[in-house]
C-alpha cells in the first residue's frame, strides 16, 4: 500500500534513510548528547556522574571563557571586514574573460588544496624569528615575533585565515558576478557610466544574496576554525588565540573536564544556530525580493 | 556565403557600438584590478614557493642562507627522510579514510537529494530540515559525545571511527548541492519514463544520476578534499601511529623533526601531492560545480 501509493506520487521515503539515519546517529544524536553531557562530570574515561548545573558553572565562570568568546568574536569579525572586501574585488577582477585572468584563478586555488596543518606549519616556518623569512631578508619589520607576541598574533592568525579561505570566497564571488547579465552593463555604457559607477550601481546590488552566502558560509566557518590555529599557535601566547572550539577541545581533553568542555559545545552550537537564523533572515528577504525582480 | 557573411556583418558593428558608447568601460584595462589581482598572486605563492625551496635544502643551506634563494644544491634527503618516517602508511591511511567516507556519503546523498526533491511526505520534509541545519550547527561542537559513542562502539583507534562520523558530515553540503542540480532536471522527462512503466529506482539511476554527474563529481571532489584534510576527528579518534592520517602527521612529525624545519616541510608538500594532481586532472568540473552549487 505504502510502496504503491510512494510509486504513483514520487520516490518513497526509503530513500531518505541511509542519509537520515547516518546522520541521526553521527549528528544529531551527539548534538543531544552534548547537552546531556553538560549536566555531567565526566573525566573522559571512568563513569559519567550527573552534576546539575556544575559543569556550566565551571565553564562559564573560567575567565578563559570570556576570553574565548571575545576571541572568537574578534577573528569573526575581522575576518568578514578583511575577506569579504578583497574576495568581492578578486571575484569581479577574475570573472573577465582575458587568458591570464584564468591562469590566475588557477593559482589562487592553491590554499584551498592545503591542509589547514599543512597552512600552519608552513607559515610556522616563514615567520619564524630565527630561521624565517624576516631575518634572512634582513627587513626587521618583518623580523619580529609574529607568533610570540600577544599583540600581533591575533592579526597574524586573521592573516592566515583569509590566506586559506579568500580563494573559495573568490570562486564563489566569481560565479555571482557571471550570473549578472551581460545586457545590464550595456545598457550601463549606452547612458555613460564608467567603470565605478557600474561596481557600484549594477555588479553590488547584483551581489547582494551572493554576499549574504558568503559572509554567512565565513561567520559559520569562524565558529570551526579550530586545526588551523590548533597547530598555528596552540592557542597562545597566554590565551591570546585560544577561541570557543579550541577553549572547548583543551577544556575536555587536555584538562580531562568533559562536562564543562560540553557546556562550551553548547554554547558553540547556540551561537551557530543564533547567527544561522539572522543571516538566513538577511537572506530570505533578499531571495524573495530578487525573486520578484526576476519574475 | 551567406553563412559566412552573416556573422561578419554581426561582429562589425559591435565594435562600433562599444567604441560609440564610453571606451572608458569594459574595454580599457583596469589597472587598480589587475594590480590588486597580482599582489594577491604573490601572497599566495610566496610561501607555496617558501616551502617548496626549504624541503630542497640540506640543513646547512637552510641555516645559511637567504630563506627565498633556491637552494644552491638542492638535496631530496629531506623527501628520503619522511618516507623513510612511515610516510607511507599514513597515506595509505589517509586513502582508506578518505575513498571509504567519500563514496558511501556520496550514495546516501545523492538517494536523499533524489527524494528530496521528486518526493514528499513527513520522514523526507524532516531530513530536509535537519539536513539544512546541519549546514548551520557547528558540528565539530558534537565531538566530545562522538569520543563517547566511539569508545562505547569499541571503535576508537580504528579507521572506522573516522569513516562514520566524516559521512554524517558531508552530508547536508552533498545534498544541498546535489539537489540544487536535481530540481533543474524538466519533470516532463521524470513523467515519460513513468509512462513507460520505470519504477522510482530505474529513473533515479538511469535518468537523473546521469544528467547531475558533474555533480556528483563536484560533491565526490569536495567531500574528499575535506575528509584528506581532516584532522579533528583523527585527532580525538586515534592514538596509535599506525592509525595516523597525513594530517596528522604533519603534526606529529613537527614535533619528530622539530630542529630540522625541511624535512617537515617536504612531508607538507608529500601530503598535498595528491590533491594537486587530483586538482589538475579535475579543476574544471569542480570549480563550475562549486561555484553552481553556491549561486542558486
Redesign the interface.
Known sequence: MKVRG??A?????W??????A?????????????V??SFTHWN?LGAITWAGLDSWQTALTDSVTMNALVVTLKIMVYSLLVQVP?SL??G???A?NQRY?AV???????????????VA???K??L?PN???GP??GLPFLAQNWLGSADLVLFVVIFVIA?QF??FHT??Y???V??IPASF??AA??D????LQ?FFHITLPQLKY?II??STLMV?GS??Y??LI??LTAGGPGYSTRLL?LH??LT??RAND?GA??AL??I??VI??G???VL?RLGGKNRSSSQLEGA | MALVAEPAQDTVPQPRA?SQ??P???T?P?LL??L???V??A???L??Y??II?SLKNQAG??G????APPTEPTLANYRTVLEADFARYFVNSVIVTVGSVIPAV???F??A???V????R??GT?HT??L?????????????????ITKAQLYDTLLALI??S???A??IS?LILSNFLRDVPRELFESMRLDGC??FTM?WRLALPLVRPAVVTIAIYNA?HV?????FP??LTQDPDKRV???S??AF?DEFSVN?PA??AA?VL??LP??VL?VLA?RQL?SG???G??K
Open positions: 510512494a510509486r506520487e514520487g520516490p518513497s521515503a530513500m531518505v534513510v541511509p542519509a537520515l547516518f546522520f541521526l546517529v553521527f549528528a544529531v544524536l551527539p548534538l543531544l548528547g552534548v546531556f553531557l573522559g578583497i574585488l578578486l569581479v577582477f577574475t573577465g585572468r590566475l584563478a588557477v593559482l589562487y586555488f592553491v590554499p584551498l588544496l592545503l591542509s589547514s596543518a599543512a606549519i608552513a607559515f616556518a616563514l619564524d630561521f624565517g623569512m634572512g631578508l590566506w579568500v580563494p570562486l564563489i566569481q560565479g555571482g557571471r550570473q552593463y550595456e555604457q549606452i555613460g557610466a564608467g567603470r557600474q551572493t552566502t558568503s559559520l565558529l570551526a579550530f586545526d590548533f597547530v572550539p572547548m577541545y575536555g581533553f568533559m568542555a560540553s559545545g553548547v558553540l552550537v551557530g544556530l547567527l544561522a537564523l538566513q | 562599444r558608447g564610453k572608458v568601460g569594459r580599457s583596469n584590478g589587475g590588486g589581482g597580482w594577491w598572486l601572497l599566495i605563492i610561501p607555496v617558501y616551502v626549504t637552510f641555516f642562507s637567504n630563506p627565498l550514495i546516501v546523498s538517494m536523499a533524489y527524494a528530496v521528486r518526493g514528499s511526505g520522514i523526507i531530513a535537519l539536513f541545519m546541519g549546514l548551520a550547527i557547528p558540528l565539530q561542537a558534537t565531538i566530545i559525545p562522538i569520543y563517547f559513542m562514520l562520523p559521512i554524517a558530515f552530508i547536508p545534498v519504477s522510482e533515479m578534499l584528506w584534510n581532516g584532522f579533528l585527532l580525538i597525513l594530517p596528522l604533519l603534526w613537527q624545519i617537515v616541510l607538507v601530503s598535498t590533491l594537486v586538482y579543476r570549480v562549486l561555484t553552481a553556491f549561486n
